[in-house]
């Protein structure tokens, strides 16, 4: 018992412990040891990083002790999660083989994985979670642990690729019953194909799969959203079909000379774009042109939203143009096969192309310098 008892004092957080339990509060208890004589065995958590139910649930059939001594005594060797937000297969995928040598995972994420960097769970940035929620370094309390007491009651966001409010707005159920977003996404929403980002096309980054199939088999296994979260950086498809990567990168994720327009790097081009191009107005595709499509439809900026998002939402179904050498409505009365649902630039297959679909909305639009354009075989909306 010493052992645990070390182990314990070591995860134990007391201000959390007296918050959560008030009656040991009031009692003026010490909260230590009203864990280690009562709340142990009652099941009261140690920890914001300690689900005693939802690990209960992950046990063993037939397991006898309470959770939390369970996660002590197997911890180490069972790949078991304490928490619906603590990925213990992804975070021990982040260390060198041997250095966790029989520590329990969560006891190394708070003492040491916290202070590298290391994530918890595939959608949870640290990094991230300070810079836009603004919490600043300073912060006395880890993100995760801000975000579990919190945060995920404020809309707080903990990585690029998962929006709470979409989250919400596409599971009204879960906004209803007023249950953490992500915690649910990750439980239980990645196999569901839940949405997370109205700018992550689920479909589509599958269907730019096609023909992987190891690929394909680990988005069946685990979304196809953590699928992209765990590979940002490397060679992946976009997620979405108005999204040219090489474009983007060209223009906006050039080298450090750029200094604040590259925002500190620029290792995945499309979480860039989430982060700080979209915001900024950057044009994400060849095919969309910002500048044009605010001038030609003045009545955006009342919206609020970036022109690219404007087009997203409300652009493309009322038939705006995307550039100026672009003309919708001509361009879906000539082609039947535009996909209803989107019925955009997105239904070219290869952004780069300089076919001739383009070059005839081009002589559409009756400009002479889009006709010229065209002719030439100039993206646009390129710069």
């Known amino acids: 018992m010493p052992v645990l008892t070390g182990l314990i004092r070591q995860i134990f957080d007391r201000t959390f ?11 003026g208890c010490d909260a230590l040891e009203h864990f280690l004589d009562h709340g142990l065995m009652e099941g009261r958590s140690p920890h914001p990083a300690f689900d005693p139910a939802f690990y209960a649930a992950l046990m063993p059939a037939g397991s006898a002790s309470a959770s939390f001594l369970h996660y002590l005594h197997h911890g180490a060797v069972d790949p078991l999660d304490p928490h619906p937000l603590f990925d213990t297969a992804h975070y021990v995928a982040q260390i060198e083989a041997g250095t966790l040598s029989g520590q329990l995972p969560l006891l190394h994420f708070l003492t040491v994985g916290t202070r590298a960097g ?75 194909a839940a949405s997370t980002h109205e700018l992550f096309d689920a479909p589509y980054y599958r269907t730019v799969l096609a023909g992987q199939q190891a690929a394909l088999d680990a988005v069946d296994a685990i979304g196809p959203v953590i699928h992209y979260a765990m590979h940002a950086g490397g060679v992946l498809p976009s997620p979405h079909p108005l999204f040219h990567r090489a474009f983007y990168a060209r223009n906006h994720c050039r080298s450090a000379e750029d200094g604040e327009r590259d925002k500190g790097g620029c290792p995945d081009p499309f979480l860039h774009f989430l982060e700080h ?23 955006v900026a009342s919206h609020g939203d970036p022109p690219f998002l404007h087009f997203i939402r409300h652009g493309a179904r009322e038939g705006r143009a995307p550039n100026a050498c672009f003309d919708l409505t001509a361009y879906r009365s000539g082609q039947q096969t535009v996909p209803a649902h989107f019925p955009g630039p997105a239904h070219f297959p290869d952004p780069a192309w300089a076919g001739k679909p383009r070059i005839a909305m081009a002589r559409a639009t009756g400009s002479s310098r889009s006709r010229r354009a065209a002719d030439a075989g100039v993206p646009t909306g390129s710069r």
Do not use: K, M
Request: with cysteine; proline share 12%.
């Open 118 to 192: 290391l994530s918890p769970n595939p959608l949870f940035d640290a990094a991230y979670y300070r810079r836009v929620n603004r919490l600043g370094n300073a912060h006395p309390r880890h993100p995760l642990l801000h975000y579990i007491e919190t945060g995920w009651q404020r809309g707080c966001r903990t990585h690029p690729l998962f929006d709470p409010e979409h989250y919400r707005r596409v599971r009204p159920d879960i906004a209803a019953a007023g249950v953490d977003p992500l915690a649910h996404y990750l439980r239980h929403g990645r196999h569901e």
């Open 277 to 299: 191009g979209l915001p900024a107005g950057h044009d994400p595709h060849p095919l969309f042109d910002g500048a044009f499509y605010r001038r030609r439809y003045p009545d």
């Open 17 to 27: 412990y007296l918050a959560a339990n008030p009656d040991v509060a009031a009692a």
